[in-house]
């Protein structure tokens, strides 16, 4: 039996969420490197990874998911391919004798689907993980910043 419950999040991920429970946290895994988008992907799996690359924020990701977010791009392009197969052909198919059969476009679209889905959840890509980065770009100020800085009397203005 497997464990139980949600799976658990990259350390950077919880980090960036904060610690609500003030209880002590593992250590941040140091990523090595960038990732670095693989040959074999496909003009518009490219443009997925690039997508990704360049929206999420800097060193989280490093060279060894290079792997994953070339699956994560593989199958969005399978995804993709199978929505523009079933827009072209339908979703029903005449088989042998006349009977109406199912595309299996629709399953490799679902499957596809699901992939992303899970591979989105370990990449951080999911809404979810998302909010938790919202604050990640946003300066650490201190709570007596404000004293420091002299502005004008609204009043006098």
């Known amino acids: 039996m497997g464990r139980r419950g949600p799976s658990t999040k990259p350390s950077e991920l919880k980090q960036l969420e904060g610690n609500r429970s003030h209880e002590r946290q593992k250590q941040?895994?140091?990523?090595?490197?960038?990732?670095?988008?693989?040959?074999?992907?496909?003009?518009?799996?490219?443009?997925?990874?690039?997508?990704?690359?360049?929206n999420v924020p800097p060193n989280l990701y490093g060279e060894i998911d290079s792997v994953i977010l070339s699956a994560y791009c593989v199958a969005a392009g399978w995804h993709r391919k199978a929505v523009l197969e079933l827009a072209l052909n339908g979703a029903v198919q005449v088989g042998?004798?006349?009977?109406?059969?199912q595309s299996p476009w629709i399953q490799i679209m679902m499957k596809q689907a699901n992939l992303?889905?899970?591979?989105?959840?370990?990449?951080?890509?999911?809404?979810?993980?998302?909010?938790?980065?919202?604050?990640?770009?946003?300066?650490?100020?201190?709570?007596?910043?404000?004293?420091?800085?002299?502005?004008?009397?609204?009043?006098?203005?």
């Not at 889905?117 to 938790?132: E, H, I, M, V």
Request: aromatic share 6%; proline share 7%; charged share 25%.
């Open 116 to 157: 992303i889905s899970a591979l989105g959840s370990k990449l951080g890509l999911d809404p979810a993980s998302r909010t938790s980065m919202a604050d990640y770009e946003k300066p650490k100020t201190s709570k007596f910043g404000s004293l420091l800085t002299i502005e004008s009397d609204p009043i006098e203005s």
């Open 96 to 101: 042998i004798g006349g009977t109406l059969l």
């Open 28 to 54: 941040i895994t140091v990523v090595n490197g960038q990732p670095i988008c693989p040959e074999h992907l496909e003009d518009y799996d490219a443009m997925i990874w690039r997508r990704i690359v360049n």
